[in-house]
């Protein structure tokens, strides 16, 4: 039996996947990766200027976008999202935000996988500053308003138990 397993395993690494995954060449990478760290470099500076409602441009407004944190899903659509970050901005009155060690993978024509490290700090309308950090993956998408994000994961560091 275990035989039988060993070769279905080795059958389906040969499998076709059913997302398609174009090469691209080393010109159309390096345009997608750069133009993909645009959209990064702009979400602080765009945080920095309007706080948190500045992250509705850069969100995709699709039924594919989600937002998870922490091993929770937070935002499970663009309009959960919207609602949120719409009230949340009327508690916050600014976000200071730093990607440190920024990457861009391409992945196909459109479509790029993002990851950094982050440190954040949130002040509230009192004046009360929060600061933390942690690691963000997401994926951004072109679409007809250019790059956007189209799903993010945000963890912090988790105390160690004793």
Do not use: K
Not at 104 to 111: A, E, T
Not at 152 to 160: A, C, F, K, N, Q
Request: charged content about 25%; hydrophobic content about 45%.
């Amino acid at each position: 039996m275990r035989a039988f397993w060993v070769l279905v395993a080795l059958t389906c690494v040969g499998c076709d996947s059913p997302v398609e995954r174009r090469q691209l060449d080393p010109d159309h990478a390096s345009a997608l990766r750069d133009s993909v760290e645009q959209l990064f470099e702009a979400i602080p500076e765009d945080l920095a200027a309007d706080g948190p409602i500045a992250w509705l441009r850069h969100f995709e407004e699709s039924p594919e976008f989600f937002m998870a944190s922490a091993g929770r899903l937070v935002f499970p659509s663009s309009d959960s999202a919207e609602t949120f970050v719409t009230d949340l901005s009327r508690r916050i009155a600014a976000i200071q935000l730093r990607w440190i060690d920024l990457r861009v993978v391409p992945v196909n024509p459109g479509i790029a996988v993002v990851r950094a490290s982050y440190e954040e700090t949130v002040t509230d309308t009192a004046g009360i500053d929060v600061s933390f950090g942690g690691y963000m993956t997401g994926v951004a998408r072109h679409d007809n308003q250019g790059w956007r994000v189209q799903h993010l994961h945000w963890s912090s560091p988790v105390p160690e138990r004793e």
